[in-house]
């Protein structure tokens, strides 16, 4: 699966969302979008495509999806 940046957007948009209807704790607000941008960065990380050459051992990369 290559990197999405309409679905990196759409969950940080999520994110926000959910956090928006906090009303108890700001700072606990804070932390949980924290938390689930770093897991969207790095599912979104995790799932991209890298192509690349090694021609005379050094590696060279062509793309990044």
Do not use: H, W, Y
């Not at 949980?32 to 599912?43: R, T, Y």
Request: charged share 30%.
């Amino acid at each position: 699966m290559a990197t999405s940046e309409d679905r990196l957007k759409n969950k940080i948009i999520q994110v926000m969302d959910d956090c928006g209807l906090e009303e108890n704790s700001p700072e606990d607000s804070k932390t949980k979008f924290a938390e689930a941008l770093a897991k969207a960065v790095i599912f979104e990380i995790k799932n991209m495509t890298i192509t690349a050459t090694a021609p005379n051992g050094a590696v060279t990369i062509v793309k990044i999806e």
